[in-house]
């Protein structure tokens, strides 16, 4: 029986199964808080089962052919069995590389998300399963909570290996098709295809008390044990990794959600070099400022991050920024009257909560001082921020 970490909506279900009795994570949405690092580039030798010019020329033709793609790509998707004490977790992963290097996500590969604990422990050990069925040991390179990506490497003479390409995750559209590669409940290299029904999406994350931006909506099946496989597009290249469910139920009933492949390629480069990621702190809460909004609370753009807080002793709080100091509904809702609107970043423009996290997390750095635009009343001021690295837990201490 396996073990279905789902929760009722609007909680998203992890797409992985564990042995065991059920449990979940409670999250709350910290959208402001969110930061990244930097890192050296990796190159990935890209190997294909076809030669390339083979492959590019077949998947590049007019429409979109999933059985094209799952017989060019398959080879490449595997399926991945985590062993924690007399429990087993099942996903799926697919090789980026003729190293032996695999992405899939972290929860398949550590008990991140299982029963609330902070703290996250590997499993004790991993292995492959390629569509032969042939099964081999891997490694555990590393793993990234935040963005819920894990990475493995197998021997490359222990089994021939298929790497799949990776594509790019900004230039995905709205109604482009897709194809899910995967597991789902244990069944290898099954084939689901769909629609992306909506981008940039920021979604309550599982495995971490962050906000999970950018991530691709579908309506491709995305069930147990999909977790950590490829989500393509029409060409046949990676755009996401298949990572949660939002489910009444527990099964796949028409919203899944991948975590993007540029933020997945991120965390792989710096998992591939130094074992860890690192990402930039700021240590504030905000909120979208809207036109209403903005008319609303008297300032003068349109748009831009309405800071509701700021943690005491964090970055922003010893740079100075200001949270807001009182409540009021406001068509429905409850927002915060008194705080800094921030509309820019090192010439970055922010137009919502979720620019602010995207620049922070993919931009900017620990340690790297960064200088916020921000508007404080009728008065527009220049504040840098040191930032720090981002701690486990900002609730903390």
């Keep these: 029986m396996g073990k279905v970490r789902s929760l009722r909506i609007p909680t998203l279900a992890l797409a992985c199964s564990l042995a065991g009795a059920a449990a979940a994570l409670g999250i709350g949405s910290l959208a402001g808080w969110l930061g990244s690092g930097t890192s050296r580039t990796v190159v990935l030798q890209q190997t294909l089962s076809q030669p390339a010019a083979a492959v590019s020329r077949s998947l590049s033709t007019p429409g979109f052919d999933p059985a094209r793609i799952y017989a060019l790509r398959s080879p490449g998707v595997v399926t991945l069995y985590s062993l924690f004490g007399d429990r087993t977790a099942q996903g799926s992963g697919f090789v980026v590389s003729s190293a032996g290097v695999i992405l899939t996500s972290s929860h398949v590969i550590t008990d991140a998300g299982d029963g ?18 042939d099964r081999i ?29 990776l594509g790019d995750s900004d230039v995905v559209r709205v109604g482009q098709p ?8 244990g069944n290898e290299n099954s084939l689901g295809v769909g ?16 906000d999970l931006v950018d991530a691709i909506q579908t309506d491709a099946p995305i069930n147990h044990g999909n977790s950590g496989g490829p989500l393509f597009d029409a060409e046949g290249r990676v755009i996401g990794i298949n990572a949660q469910i939002r489910s009444d139920s527990g099964n796949a009933e028409g ?16 998992l591939l070099s130094s074992g860890h990621v690192s990402y930039a702190y700021v240590g504030i809460s905000t909120e979208d400022l809207t036109p209403s909004l903005a008319r609303h609370l008297h300032f003068e753009v349109p748009a831009g991050a309405l800071i509701d807080s700021v943690l005491p002793g964090g970055p922003g709080d010893r740079a100075g920024l200001r949270g807001g100091t009182s409540d009021e509904p406001f068509e429905g809702m409850d927002v915060k009257r008194g705080g800094d609107v921030v509309v820019g970043i090192d010439g970055h423009p922010v137009r919502g909560a979720q620019d602010l996290v995207r620049i922070v997390s993919e931009v900017l750095r620990p340690g790297q001082k960064a200088h916020f635009t921000i508007l404080r009343g009728e008065r527009r001021l220049v504040v840098p921020v040191v930032l720090a690295a981002r701690p486990s837990n900002p609730h903390g201490g």
């Excluded at 390179?141 to 003479?157: F, I, N, S, T």
């Excluded at 919203?255 to 710096?270: H, N, T």
């Design 178 to 185: 897709v194809a899910a590669i995967g597991s789902p409940f």
């Design 116 to 133: 609330g604990s902070p703290s996250v422990s590997a499993a004790d050990s991993v292995y492959v399963e390629f569509a032969d069925h």
């Design 137 to 165: 040991p891997a490694k555990i390179v590393g793993w990234d909570v935040y963005d819920d990506v894990g990475v493995v490497r197998v021997d490359p003479k222990a089994h021939p290996l298929s790497p799949v390409p």
């Design 255 to 270: 919203v899944g959600f991948a975590v993007p492949i540029d933020s997945a390629r991120r965390s792989l480069e710096q």
């Design 195 to 210: 629609v992306v029904s909506a981008t940039h999406r920021s979604i309550e994350s599982l495995t971490s008390t962050y």
